[in-house]
């Protein structure tokens, strides 16, 4: 298992999660934030879990919440376990996107669809 760890730098970063989607791959999404974060994020991950049909991919939430979503496997059953931030844009000065199209672009590489 590798443990990755995305920070909110947005220049920093050229990787994001869809760079390590192969066919087989298990890969264990942490993302420990608020319900808020979490509901607008949520979209964005089952539809970019459709488009990998190939690879396991899951999320791991706060554990005040935990039980809304589906259980994980241990951490140490996956192939990449990746931390994804929740951004806060309100006082990130050079950012322009909302907190789930930072999340879907920035992290996850898949086009924003205002729609989800």
């Known amino acids: 298992m590798k443990k990755i760890i995305f920070d909110n730098k947005f220049t920093d ?6 760079d390590y989607c192969k066919d087989g791959v298990k890969i264990l999404i942490l993302y420990p934030h608020g319900l808020g ?3 607008m994020f949520y979209p964005y991950f089952k539809k970019f879990k459709s488009l990998y049909p190939n690879c396991v991919i899951d999320i791991k939430v706060n554990e005040l919440i935990k039980s809304m979503f589906p259980p994980v496997m241990n951490e140490n059953d996956y192939d990449y376990v990746v931390w994804i931030p929740a951004y806060f844009n309100e006082v990130e000065k050079n950012c322009l996107m909302t907190k789930p199209e930072c999340n879907a672009v920035l ?3 898949m086009e924003y669809q205002k729609e989800l």
């Open 37 to 39: 974060d979490v509901l």
């Open 13 to 18: 970063r050229k990787i994001t999660i869809k």
């Open 107 to 109: 992290d996850l590489g």
